[in-house]
């Protein structure tokens, strides 16, 4: 059991590569992240500043997709935890398993879909 302050719940993106007929964001809205500025350093930086542990859940379409996702998970993981929503299609999800700690990763909720 993880040991947290208090939750985010953070929709990073809206692009997804599947297209699950349960979901709700349709196909033309479906559209890759544009960072538009958002500096990942800056919003870990401003969780590290609470002086709060936070367990950081990600969601979105994918967030496999946000850029320099693997960057912000080891980030992220250096003081808080992480837990997310995705449908395990990247490669990414391997270096996932591989390298960022299992006790700051408090749950992860895949999606599955039989084409």
Not at 36 to 43: E, H, L, Q, S, T
């Amino acid at each position: 059991m993880t040991e947290f302050d208090i939750i985010a719940d953070w929709v990073l993106n809206t692009y997804c590569n599947f297209s699950c007929p349960y979901c709700y964001v349709s196909l033309k809205d479906r559209i890759h992240f544009s960072q538009n500025g958002i500096d990942a350093g800056r919003i870990v930086s401003s969780f590290d500043a609470s002086a709060k542990k936070w367990l950081v859940h990600m969601s979105g379409r994918e967030p496999f997709f946000y850029p320099d996702f693997y960057q912000l998970m080891q980030s992220l993981t250096e003081r808080h935890y992480i837990s997310m929503n995705t449908n395990l299609s990247s490669q990414l999800a391997y270096a996932l398993c591989k390298n960022i700690p299992s006790t700051r990763v408090s749950f992860v909720n895949c999606s599955l879909y039989d084409y």
